[in-house]
Nanobody
Framework: QVRLVESGGGSVQAGGSLRLSCAASGLTYNSYCMGWFRQAPGKEREGVATIDVDGSTNYADSVKGRFTITISQDNAKNTLPLSMNSLKPDDTAIYYC??????????????????WGQGTQVTVSS
């Protein structure tokens, strides 16, 4: 069973940085697409960043140049760090780690994700 657990959220002032992490179990990165999504109060959930097994990444326009998604497999633990720099109040949201099965010929940067973590709150004050 695939399980995703986010950590690293918190409160920071505008211009600051945070690093989120997603501990993934029950999957291998070469079989799953991974990504980060967020939902701000009163808004729909939106994609933040996705990463494919070939290392290609895709970012929302609003976070390009400020956020970086990577895959870490240290000590046999799979994590999905999201480094967030130059944070803005508009980045305030609950951030979710997500996964879906990867199929040959289908991009990880499109389509619906269906495995979700519980989310972690990020609050950026002005």
């Amino acid at each position: 069973q695939v399980r995703l657990v986010e950590s690293g959220g918190g409160s920071v002032q505008a211009g600051g940085s945070l690093r989120l992490s997603c501990a993934a179990s029950g999957l291998t990165y070469n079989s799953y697409c991974m990504g980060w999504f967020r939902q701000a109060p009163g808004k729909e959930r939106e994609g933040v960043a996705t990463i494919d097994v070939d290392g290609s990444t895709n970012y929302a326009d609003s976070v390009k140049g400020r956020f970086t998604i990577t895959i870490s497999q240290d000590n046999a633990k799979n994590t999905l760090p999201l480094s967030m720099n130059s944070l803005k109040p508009d980045d305030t949201a609950i951030y979710y780690c997500a996964a879906k099965r990867r199929y040959s010929g289908f991009s990880c940067h499109r389509g619906e994700y269906y495995v979700w973590g519980q989310g972690t709150q990020v609050t950026v004050s002005s």
